[in-house]
């Protein structure tokens, strides 16, 4: 088993910054993929980074690319996600996720193990 903690959630006016982190245990962090997805209320958990084993690798949907940063560091068993210039359409619960399978992926099936979630709400 892997377990995952986010942290890092809260409440935003529109324009301004968050930082998630998600800390890992269990497992090998550094021989997974790592990604972000969210949720809002009444939609589908959806795709928003992810990045690969080394670091080098990462995928983002288009409606985050150029504002949301996706980072590891496998020496502090850590991932995080830099959220700039947020909207309000960002109001969702982040939740990390990892995959065993060394291929980047947009599919919340593909991902083995999930954290239980932080809440990120930006204000108009």
């Known amino acids: 088993q892997m377990q995952l903690v986010e942290s890092g959630g809260g409440l935003v006016q529109a324009g301004g910054s968050l930082r998630l982190s998600c800390a890992a245990s269990g497992r090998t962090f550094s021989s997974y993929i790592m990604g972000w997805f969210r949720q809002a209320p009444g939609k589908e958990r959806e795709f928003v980074a992810a990045i690969g084993w080394s670091g080098r690798s990462t995928l983002y949907d288009d409606s985050v690319k150029g504002r949301f940063t996706i980072s590891r560091n496998n020496a502090m068993n850590t991932l995080t996600l830099q959220m700039n210039s947020l909207k309000p359409e960002d109001t969702a619960v982040y939740y990390c996720?990892?995959?065993?399978?060394?291929?980047?992926?947009?599919?919340?099936?593909?991902?083995?193990?999930w954290g239980q979630g932080t809440q990120v709400t930006v204000s108009s």
């Open positions: 996720a990892s995959r065993q399978l060394r291929v980047l992926s947009m599919k919340k099936n593909d991902y083995d193990y």
